[in-house]
């Protein structure tokens, strides 16, 4: 004759393996247990803190799923918790019974006549309970209760792999709640990566993770076009922001009459074109985070003003005396020294410490030796499917160039020299070949380093110990003054001709001494 208990068993073995709903898998497993002890109800309850919530039923009334049993209201539960295996209560106990009257057919008020109930374990600790119960006195009276110990403990396996699964499912839906802020601090486009396998670059990714977890404001420093914006991103991302907003601004683009309203938003009316209330980066930041990329090119005044919002939370928008308050984590990114701008006196001491509390430097793309070549790769398969291509590659002398060259622009400038190069290598194959094959000459990494020979002033290539801010500083002011006077002095012309904002240029012509 066939075992009872296997016959049981046999089909919760099988469901362990199998991906089901938890109301369907403990379904299951409350109706194999009445067909190895038959009775008028069965409930499946789990222990949450001090109370007993019912997860399946069978037999029992549909409201029993919603209500909830305190462990200290209910003797007969909380007997049956504090006994490791299988308690059957006598038909004269006097203890009152959770169910009566709830069972499911029956109207009135109708006791339970015989009670058998046993706890479950999951990881030695309690985790909830097995309830039977029966109309009939006599029904648990030669009921194996080893056949219930053995049942409980696969009872205890279902339940632990229901519960694994649902972590797993929650945790692919974190991951897809990630991948849309991800699409969020991307504008929309699939998340720009941070690739690279050098040890800086590792380093860099490991400080992202480690900071990104925190609360704590980050300065992002490193030359232009090292990927600072990126790194932003990042941080974002790794951060329990990362589904609230990452809201950009860079302050160099800005005029600087607009910086503050662009910041803190503004009321109708406070200045010449301000036709209506408009919230600024900071209140659409809210919950999140903001970049505020070239953070050194803010004026003094609305230092001050920033300042204040990262003390307190609160801002005023221009032309308001109304406070707002707001919760938002600073990013910030310049290339410029700011502590050499404190000592100069164009930039706060009091902000530049808020700012960096910690500090975060981005490796420059000659420091991160074969990562190059990865970054090639990456751009060229991007050009490669723009441009619909079958296959695109780089020759070993293209490798080795890039792996030379010293790459003052950085990433940014390989990403466009890859562009140009592909494009350069097309134009000499009018019939598009199976492999297109980017050849050193396409490159112009020569010309590349003529105009930056050419660029540098003579001071700095003289060799005379001047630092490479002071180089670059002599620099600007020679192309500045050489440009004045084209131009007689006329300023707009000026910043029209060199390709920048007239008040960025009136900022920085300040900062040089020019004006």
């Known amino acids: 004759m066939t075992n009872p208990l296997l016959l049981a068993l046999i089909p919760l073995v099988a469901d362990l393996s199998r991906e089901l709903p938890d109301k369907e898998r403990y379904r299951r497993l409350l109706r194999a247990l009445r067909q190895l002890l038959p009775c008028d109800a069965v409930a499946l309850l789990k222990l949450e803190g001090d109370t007993l919530v019912p997860l399946c039923v069978e037999g029992l009334n549909p409201d029993t799923l919603g209500r909830r049993f305190k462990v200290d209201d209910h003797p007969r539960l909380r007997q049956l918790l504090q006994h490791q295996g299988p308690t059957r209560f006598a038909t004269d106990c006097d203890l009152p019974d959770p169910y009566d009257g709830l069972i499911d057919g029956h109207h009135g008020h109708l006791e339970i006549h015989d009670c058998l109930g046993c706890p479950l ?4 600790r309690p985790w909830g309970l097995l309830t039977l119960d029966s109309l009939d006195p006599a029904s648990f009276g030669s009921v194996d209760l080893d056949s219930l110990d053995a049942f409980a403990s696969l009872a205890a396996a279902t339940v632990m792999a229901s519960e694994r699964i649902s972590q797993l499912t929650r945790r692919a839906e974190d991951q ?6 991800y699409k969020l601090a991307a504008g929309g486009r699939r998340p720009r990566e941070l690739i690279g396998q050098s040890a800086c670059h590792k380093r860099l990714l490991q400080e992202v993770q480690l900071v ?8 992002i420093t490193g030359e232009t076009g090292v990927g600072k914006e990126l790194v932003a991103e990042a941080i974002h991302l790794h951060s329990p922001r990362a589904q609230k907003p990452l809201i950009s601004l860079n302050c160099a683009a800005l005029p600087e009459m607009l910086v503050e309203s662009e910041l803190f938003g503004h009321v109708r009316g406070a200045f010449s074109g301000a036709v209506g209330e408009r919230s600024g980066k900071f209140e659409l930041a809210h919950g999140g985070s903001i970049f505020l990329d070239e953070v050194g090119e803010l004026p003094l005044a609305v230092q001050a003003k ?4 990262l003390q307190s939370g609160q801002l005023q928008r221009v032309g308001s005396d109304r406070e707002h308050h707001v919760d938002v984590r600073i990013i910030a990114a310049t290339n410029r020294d700011l502590a050499e701008e404190v000592r100069a006196g164009r930039f706060r001491a009091d902000l530049y410490h808020r700012l960096s509390v910690y500090p975060l430097r981005v490796p420059p793309l000659r420091e991160r030796g074969r990562d190059v070549l990865l970054l090639a790769g990456y751009f060229l398969e991007e050009n490669r499917a ?8 780089l020759a070993a002398d293209t490798q080795k160039a890039l792996l030379a060259y010293a790459w003052p622009g950085n990433v940014r400038e390989l990403e466009h020299l890859i562009g140009r190069a592909v494009l350069k290598a097309l134009a000499g194959h009018p019939e598009r070949p199976r492999i297109l094959t980017v050849e050193p000459h396409v490159l112009g990494l020569d010309e590349e380093l003529a105009v930056e020979d050419r660029a540098v002033p003579a001071a700095s290539k003289a060799g005379n110990g001047v630092s490479l801010k002071t180089a670059v500083d002599r620099y600007q002011s020679e192309v500045i003054c050489e440009s004045l006077r084209r131009h007689e002095g006329k300023w707009t012309d000026v910043a029209r001709e060199l390709g920048v904002d007239r008040a960025n240029l009136a900022r920085l012509a300040k900062r040089l001494g020019i004006r």
Request: glycine share 6%; hydrophobic share 45%; proline share 0%.
């Open 212 to 219: 990104g977890d925190s609360e704590l404001s980050v300065l």
């Open 176 to 181: 897809e709640q990630l991948a849309e802020a």
């Open 306 to 309: 920033l300042l204040r919002v």
């Open 386 to 393: 723009r441009l619909g291509l079958r296959s695109l590659r």
């Open 121 to 124: 374990y999951v990881q030695d």
